[in-house]
């Protein structure tokens, strides 16, 4: 590696560190932290982003990045070098244009956000954290305006965790999704007899279902001497660094899948986040940027594998020493795939879950545009939701407040969930060409293989690539529907006996 690119390396490894502490404190909070600590919590994070956002819009950097661009001199664009300087230049343009009490404002109103969120949901409580919400929204309006060249507002927001993806493109294929979703559902309501979940609920101790995510996870390759588990209000994954992975659940002892595919999907993203090659960590590469391709990862775990026929077989007997409950694979897989509109994002099948997403993509454009007030989100929220799922919301912890988003000001976010879907359907199908045998071997719980061809392929580039370039490195075409709905319809043909 030329002097240049090594001077650039060394001062972006100082804001990797930073990075790391920001996560540590924010998984702290939604873990570990009490309640009355959010004051110092939120003032804390906002210091910690302004000292990152001031050290990295530096002149200091655009130096040392116009210096590592000319000792390049010739080397591969896909290389770890050349792309290292094109991803740093790329995210110091975007950051420079931001003002650096914006950017502390953004971490501070993020952390409070949450704090507030976290007591409106348990109460149900829409009132209280609508002024919290307003200032995020309005946050992420000043932060739109610090942007131009862009097609629509919305862009700007997209543009940070889908890297070069547009609001139009991502209407396109959710249109194509809905369009095929919304008569599946139908078909599937009507043959809703078919299909017995009864068994999956009744009560399920948490120190059994722990027991069960326990041994389910280790055959997925959490390993204690690098991963934690712990329990938040809104599941999620962190990294603090390669071999620090900290996933959480949430227990639900009346139904024990929630809990068990939730880890599940949140062990996937922590498998992406281990697997970042050694020699990108500490750099912006190491930063994982698409959430698509994150989440791609923690829904294929989930329902390819997890709600799989071939996973079936080896869950089967785990749920039946771990929780006492007697179903065979046969019967395990057909109840947990039971597709039934309900209000909770987390916990919805696969077949609805892309409809709570195109509802919350089209209420935040509104938002951003100001075509939709705050005050009228929870009556625009319960509208949409009758008109898509047919269900009267009974209140807003079930509806406008039960994901944690829009608290800590991630606005934009929430597309990448359905994309990651499509990625994955593409994946999918690409690892059973490639991997020979795979279904046996998930049958016989051994899901290193899938795990080593998601390392190879996806996990250890890091953000050397967007989601785009990696599918057409991989695949060899964009993000599509097809492969997903293939997947997703002979799954429910099977599930269900029907055809589809
Ligand atoms: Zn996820």
Same mark, same amino acid.
């Given at each position: 590696?030329?002097?240049?690119?090594?001077?650039?390396?060394?001062?972006?490894?100082?804001?990797?560190?930073?990075?790391?502490?920001?996560?540590?404190?924010?998984?702290?909070?939604?873990?570990?932290?009490?309640?009355?600590?959010?004051?110092?919590?939120?003032?804390?994070?906002?210091?910690?982003?302004?000292?990152?956002?001031?050290?990295?819009?530096?002149?200091?950097?655009?130096?040392?990045?116009?210096?590592?661009?000319?000792?390049?001199?010739?080397?591969?664009?896909?290389?770890?070098?050349?792309?290292?300087?094109?991803?740093?230049?790329?995210?110091?343009?975007?950051?420079?244009?931001? /003002?650096?009490?914006?950017? &502390? @404002?953004? =971490? *501070?109103?993020?952390?409070?956000?949450? +704090?507030?969120? $976290?007591?409106?949901? %348990?109460?149900?409580?829409?009132?209280?954290?609508?002024?919290?919400?307003?200032?995020?929204?309005?946050?992420?309006?000043?932060?739109?305006?610090?942007?131009?060249?862009?097609?629509?507002?919305?862009?700007?927001?997209?543009?940070?965790?889908? /890297?070069?993806?547009?609001? &139009? @493109?991502? =209407? *396109?294929?959710?249109?194509?999704?809905? +369009?095929?979703? $919304?008569?599946?559902? %139908?078909?599937?309501?009507?043959?809703?007899?078919?299909?017995?979940?009864?068994?999956?609920?009744?009560?399920?101790?948490?120190?059994?279902?722990?027991?069960l995510v326990e041994r389910t996870l280790a055959l997925m390759g959490f390993d204690?001497?690098?991963?934690?588990?712990?329990? &938040?209000?809104?599941?999620?994954?962190?990294?603090?660094?390669?071999?620090?992975?900290?996933?959480?659940?949430?227990?639900?002892?009346?139904?024990?899948?929630?809990?068990l595919?939730?880890a599940m999907?949140?062990c996937g993203?922590?498998l992406?986040?281990?697997?970042?090659?050694?020699?990108?960590?500490?750099?912006?590469?190491?930063?994982?940027?698409?959430?698509?391709?994150?989440?791609?990862?923690?829904?294929?775990w989930?329902?390819?594998v997890g709600?799989g026929?071939s996973f079936s077989s080896a869950l089967?007997p785990l749920?039946?020493?771990?929780?006492?409950?007697?179903?065979?694979?046969?019967?395990?897989?057909?109840?947990?795939?039971?597709?039934?509109?309900?209000?909770?994002?987390?916990?919805?099948?696969?077949?609805?879950?892309?409809?709570?997403?195109?509802?919350?993509?089209?209420?935040?454009?509104?938002?951003?545009?100001?075509?939709?007030?705050?005050?009228?989100?929870?009556?625009?929220?319960?509208?949409?939701?009758?008109?898509?799922?047919?269900?009267?919301?009974?209140?807003?912890?079930?509806?406008?407040?039960?994901?944690?988003?829009?608290?800590?000001?991630?606005?934009?976010?929430?597309?990448?969930?359905?994309?990651?879907?499509?990625?994955?359907?593409?994946?999918?199908?690409?690892?059973?060409?490639?991997?020979?045998?795979?279904?046996?071997r998930i049958a016989a719980g051994q899901l290193a293989p899938l795990r080593?061809?998601?390392?190879?392929?996806?996990?250890?580039?890091?953000?050397?690539?967007?989601?785009?370039?990696?599918?057409?490195?991989?695949?060899?075409?964009?993000?599509?529907?097809?492969?997903?709905?293939?997947?997703?319809?002979?799954?429910?043909?099977?599930?269900?006996?029907?055809?589809?």
């Amino acid at each position: 590696m030329s002097e240049p690119v090594e001077q650039l390396r060394n001062h972006l490894a100082t804001l990797s560190d930073l990075h790391n502490a920001a996560a540590l404190l924010q998984w702290d909070q939604q873990t570990m932290m009490p309640p009355r600590g959010r004051g110092a919590r939120a003032e804390t994070a906002a210091t910690l982003r302004r000292i990152a956002h001031e050290r990295f819009t530096a002149s200091e950097t655009g130096a040392l990045i116009d210096a590592a661009r000319a000792a390049l001199d010739g080397a591969p664009p896909d290389s770890d070098e050349a792309r290292l300087v094109a991803v740093a230049r790329r995210r110091w343009e975007k950051a420079r244009r931001v /003002p650096v009490e914006l950017a &502390a @404002e953004l =971490a *501070r109103a993020a952390s409070i956000g949450h +704090e507030v969120w $976290v007591q409106a949901r %348990a109460e149900s409580n829409f009132a209280l954290f609508e002024p919290y919400l307003r200032h995020n929204v309005e946050l992420a309006c000043q932060y739109v305006a610090c942007f131009d060249g862009y097609d629509c507002h919305y862009d700007v927001l997209l543009d940070d965790y889908e /890297p070069g993806m547009r609001t &139009a @493109e991502v =209407a *396109r294929l959710f249109g194509q999704l809905k +369009e095929e979703l $919304v008569p599946l559902i %139908a078909t599937l309501r009507e043959h809703a007899d078919r299909v017995d979940d009864a068994p999956l609920h009744g009560r399920f101790p948490v120190e059994s279902q722990r027991r069960l995510v326990e041994r389910t996870l280790a055959l997925m390759g959490f390993d204690p001497m690098g991963w934690r588990l712990d329990e &938040a209000v809104h599941p999620f994954a962190t990294s603090v660094g390669r071999d620090d992975v900290r996933i959480t659940t949430r227990w639900d002892e009346s139904y024990f899948p929630a809990a068990l595919f939730g880890a599940m999907h949140e062990c996937g993203h922590g498998l992406y986040e281990e697997g970042i090659a050694a020699e990108l960590q500490r750099t912006p590469l190491g930063q994982t940027e698409s959430l698509g391709l994150h989440e791609s990862q923690s829904r294929l775990w989930e329902n390819m594998v997890g709600r799989g026929r071939s996973f079936s077989s080896a869950l089967a007997p785990l749920v039946r020493e771990c929780l006492g409950v007697g179903l065979d694979a046969e019967r395990l897989y057909r109840a947990v795939n039971k597709v039934r509109p309900s209000f909770i994002r987390v916990e919805a099948d696969e077949a609805t879950y892309g409809l709570h997403i195109i509802l919350r993509f089209e209420l935040e454009q509104e938002l951003i545009d100001g075509a939709l007030a705050i005050s009228d989100l929870p009556a625009a929220w319960n509208e949409r939701f009758r008109a898509s799922f047919g269900l009267e919301v009974p209140d807003d912890a079930h509806g406008v407040l039960q994901d944690v988003h829009w608290s800590a000001g991630l606005i934009g976010y929430f597309p990448t969930y359905a994309l990651g879907n499509l990625i994955a359907g593409e994946l999918w199908e690409r690892a059973h060409a490639d991997v020979a045998d795979l279904e046996e071997r998930i049958a016989a719980g051994q899901l290193a293989p899938l795990r080593e061809w998601l390392r190879e392929n996806v996990h250890r580039h890091g953000s050397k690539f967007t989601a785009v370039e990696l599918l057409e490195r991989v695949v060899g075409r964009p993000i599509e529907v097809g492969p997903f709905l293939s997947y997703l319809k002979a799954k429910l043909a099977d599930v269900y006996r029907l055809e589809l």
